[in-house]
């Protein structure tokens, strides 16, 4: 029986993703155009990210222009690494290894910048003191650490998958992937864990640098390079995405997902182009702090009377 259940599977199906050149060898006219696509929507991300960093640079003041051109430059990386992933489907492991680590330093930036927008650590601890603020050291050192920890499994993952030690399609309890995997993920929901704390504390006052929007394309980004793959994976090792030589069902499903990612990651480039693209007037100080101005110029305006008087 098994014999005959072998006969019939396409000897690619059970073969390791193919190389580069099989790839562009089985394209046809289709293929061809949507790969066209692709690497132009890809190179198209990639140049509108370098000329805003010229932009930025320019126009903002240090730190605030380094971090939010690590903020921007998040979709972009993505859509890069997909796009060589997509030509080169034996790279994907790197290439998701760099996403990840890219990705990884984006969420203690994205930290940095609700901090940055306030004013500096200095005015951020200022502006909020004495008042009940939800948060301590420990979230973010816990956000470092748990990066620091991604970072690590992310290499260990590449160093173990070349000596042939890391397979995804491996789910056995004995297999690394299923251990690896899973912590990584424990890992990058625990390191955003800060980042939420402060967003719920800050997003009414940065309401008018249209924070609450860029919050938002940082977790439609989370969701769609980690939540979204990790789905179309599963799919492919259940084997609902079939097998299309020289794609087996997990090479296949890989190729879905970075084509997938390189359009959402380009209209991702395209919103968030918009939203930083601009300089802001600094944020107002605080009701304490203006009523307090407000009383003491009025004191200095009564010694000036009595002191002509």
């Known amino acids: ?37 692709l690497t132009f929507m890809s190179c198209l991300s990639l140049l509108l990210y370098l000329e805003q960093c010229v932009y930025i640079y320019k126009k903002l003041p240090y730190p605030k222009k380094t971090t939010i051109i690590w903020v921007n430059g ?20 790197i290439t998701d290894m760099t996403s990840n680590c ?14 940055e927008e306030l004013g500096g650590s200095r005015t951020f601890l200022k502006r909020f003191s004495g008042k009940p603020f939800k948060i301590s050291t420990g979230p973010c050192c816990c956000c470092c650490v748990c990066l620091c920890f991604s970072h690590v499994l992310s290499v260990v993952s590449v160093i173990l ?7 995804l399609s491996d789910v056995k309890i004995t297999g690394t992937a299923i251990w690896i995997n899973p912590f990584i993920g424990v890992l990058t929901i625990v390191s955003l864990w800060p980042v ?22 940082y977790q439609l980004v989370l969701v769609l390079s980690q939540l979204q793959t990790s789905i179309i994976n599963i799919l492919a090792l259940d084997g609902t995405i079939a097998c299309a030589p020289p794609f087996s069902s997990q090479a296949r499903g890989s190729m879905l997902s970075q084509q997938m990612m390189i359009i959402e990651m380009f209209i991702i480039t395209l919103v968030t182009r ?35 008087v």
């Open 1 to 37: 029986m098994e014999e005959v259940l072998n006969s019939t599977i396409h000897p690619a199906c059970l073969q390791e993703p193919p190389l580069a050149i099989d790839v562009i060898k089985q394209l046809d006219v289709f293929g061809i155009c949507l790969y066209s696509m």
């Open 74 to 93: 998040a979709a972009p990386v993505i859509s890069t690494m997909s796009c060589f992933g997509m030509w080169i489907p034996r790279a994907v492991m």
């Open 102 to 115: 890219y990705f990884a330093v984006v969420v203690y930036k994205i930290l940095a910048l609700m901090i």
């Open 161 to 167: 998958w070349t000596n042939g030690n890391f397979d």
């Open 196 to 217: 939420g704390i402060i967003f719920m504390n800050t997003n009414s006052l940065l309401r008018s640098l249209k924070m609450i929007p860029k919050y938002a394309m």
């Open 274 to 308: 918009f939203l930083y693209r601009r300089t802001y007037d600094p944020l107002p100080t605080d009701t304490h702090e203006c009523e307090n101005n407000h009383n003491s110029s009025i004191a200095v305006k009564a010694a000036l009377v009595e002191h002509d």
